[in-house]
């Protein structure tokens, strides 16, 4: 049984609702919603009375729940298990997108050092087609990215959703709201970024055509220009929860614009060793933290 869907149907009840699940998971509510919903194809009953937007265990999901929070003990049971039999690695070479580093990887890699003292970790800070290249050339053994397309010869592992929102100087809402009058300058980290892809076919759905696009190197440069004026831009929303002491910013957030999914990369054959599945563990934690209202 996939974790992942496990975990949801934990959280939808522990939370008493989809909406503070998707809150608690770090993702969108849509998403909550969906895996409930694969969940009780493969099981083949309803886990829920649904009346409206309330969500009620049903009778099988009662019968269910126990089992499910067993399910996800044992996982983590195993793992703990399998992991102490690990030979511990000396070193670990790591690749994030900037966002990634400045949201996740503080706290991560803080707990990473008190379990793994001896640990020698290498950090390598780049878009996702640089990191990409370096996981094949032997560079890296593991990258933190979010993606647009798979490459040969890397094994992609789900991680962790991050919410994306629109950021300007005005209301987003009712600048798009104005196009085709309005032609958005769009403001985006540089020409490889998933984030910018992500921006433009989100704004092509819509049929709304850029003015033009301006390129930065650092997501301080993006919200900078933002709250000047310049244009706007898709960001992850955690980004602008930890820069909103910085900025002034009026953020959008809209319904059909999906979350972005962070994965785990490296390359076929590298194996996680126990350090690496702890990084991994770690962000993942950090991403389902409640995010603070914008």
Same mark, same amino acid.
């Given at each position: 049984?996939?974790?992942?869907?496990?975990?949801?149907?934990?959280?939808?009840?522990?939370?008493?609702?989809?909406?503070?699940?998707?809150?608690? =998971?770090?993702?969108?509510?849509? &998403?909550?919603?969906?895996?409930?919903?694969?969940?009780?194809?493969? =099981?083949?009953?309803?886990?829920?009375?649904?009346?409206?937007?309330?969500?009620?265990?049903?009778?099988?999901?009662?019968?269910?729940?126990?089992?499910?929070?067993?399910?996800?003990?044992?996982?983590?049971?195993?793992?703990? &298990?399998?992991?102490?039999?690990?030979?511990?690695?000396?070193?670990?070479?790591?690749?994030?997108?900037?966002?990634?580093?400045?949201?996740?990887?503080?706290?991560?890699?803080?707990? @990473?050092?008190?379990?793994?003292?001896? +640990?020698?970790?290498?950090?390598?800070?780049?878009?996702?087609?640089?990191?990409?290249?370096?996981?094949?050339?032997?560079?890296?053994?593991?990258?933190?990215?979010?993606?647009? &397309?798979?490459?040969?010869? =890397?094994?992609?592992?789900?991680?962790?959703?991050?919410?994306?929102?629109?950021?300007? #100087?005005?209301?987003?809402?009712?600048? +798009?709201?104005?196009?085709?009058?309005?032609?958005?300058?769009?403001?985006?980290?540089?020409?490889?970024?998933?984030?910018?892809?992500?921006? =433009? /076919?989100?704004?092509?759905?819509? /049929?709304?055509?850029?003015?033009?696009?301006?390129?930065?190197?650092?997501?301080?440069?993006?919200?900078?220009?933002?709250?000047?004026?310049?244009?706007?831009?898709?960001?992850? /929303?955690? @980004?602008?929860?930890?820069?909103?002491?910085?900025? #002034?910013?009026?953020?959008?957030?809209?319904?059909? +614009?999906?979350?972005?999914?962070?994965?785990?990369?490296?390359?076929?054959?590298?194996?996680?060793?126990?350090?690496?599945?702890? @990084?991994? #563990?770690?962000?993942?934690?950090?991403?389902?933290?409640?995010?603070?209202?914008?």
């Amino acid at each position: 049984m996939d974790r992942v869907l496990l975990e949801t149907f934990k959280a939808v009840v522990d939370e008493g609702g989809a909406l503070k699940a998707a809150n608690v =998971l770090g993702c969108a509510q849509s &998403n909550v919603t969906t895996r409930l919903k694969q969940l009780e194809q493969r =099981l083949g009953v309803p886990l829920f009375n649904r009346q409206g937007k309330r969500l009620q265990l049903s009778e099988a999901g009662e019968r269910y729940l126990p089992y499910a929070a067993r399910i996800l003990e044992l996982i983590d049971e195993a793992a703990a &298990n399998a992991r102490a039999e690990l030979p511990v690695v000396q070193r670990l070479r790591l690749g994030t997108m900037e966002s990634t580093a400045a949201m996740h990887l503080p706290h991560a890699l803080g707990s @990473l050092r008190q379990a793994f003292p001896a +640990l020698e970790l290498q950090l390598e800070v780049e878009a996702e087609p640089a990191l990409s290249q370096m996981l094949l050339q032997h560079r890296l053994d593991l990258a933190v990215t979010a993606r647009v &397309n798979e490459r040969a010869g =890397l094994v992609y592992e789900a991680g962790f959703d991050e919410p994306l929102v629109v950021v300007a #100087q005005e209301d987003p809402a009712e600048l +798009l709201a104005q196009a085709p009058v309005y032609a958005p300058t769009l403001l985006a980290f540089r020409e490889g970024c998933p984030y910018r892809t992500m921006a =433009l /076919r989100w704004l092509e759905s819509r /049929r709304i055509a850029c003015a033009r696009v301006l390129s930065f190197s650092t997501y301080g440069a993006v919200l900078g220009c933002a709250a000047a004026g310049m244009g706007m831009a898709v960001v992850p /929303r955690r @980004l602008v929860e930890h820069q909103s002491q910085s900025y #002034q910013l009026q953020v959008y957030r809209p319904r059909d +614009l999906a979350p972005a999914t962070s994965y785990f990369v490296f390359r076929e054959g590298w194996q996680p060793g126990v350090e690496a599945r702890a @990084l991994m #563990q770690e962000l993942r934690r950090s991403a389902r933290q409640p995010m603070a209202p914008l």
